[in-house]
């Protein structure tokens, strides 16, 4: 099996240190090849795809646009309307 080197910010290398308990490369190992495994589901899924990437975009804009306006609208109720959401 291949190696590789990870670099990690200075807090979670203190962390990995003070516990050599933890099998950190098992951990770093499974996390790296189920990401690895939703990168060619995708690749798989989107392959025949005919979108371009302004389509991905546009449809990415009104997916946000439907949240948002959920989020705010479940906000504004459970508040009587009194949420300030301007910074949303």
């Known amino acids: 099996m291949p190696n590789m080197t990870l670099s990690l910010p ?25 990401y690895a495994k939703k990168i060619v589901l995708l690749n798989a899924i989107t392959q025949d795809s005919e ?20 989020y705010k609208s479940k906000a504004s109720r459970c508040s009587g309307g009194k949420t300030d959401l301007s910074r949303y």
Do not use: C, F, M, P
């Open 10 to 34: 200075e807090d979670v290398y203190k962390i990995v240190k003070a516990h050599n308990e933890v099998r950190w490369s098992e951990i770093a190992r499974r996390a790296i090849e189920e």
């Open 51 to 70: 979108l371009t990437e302004d389509d991905i975009v546009a449809l990415d804009h009104k997916v946000k646009a439907g949240i948002q306006k959920h």
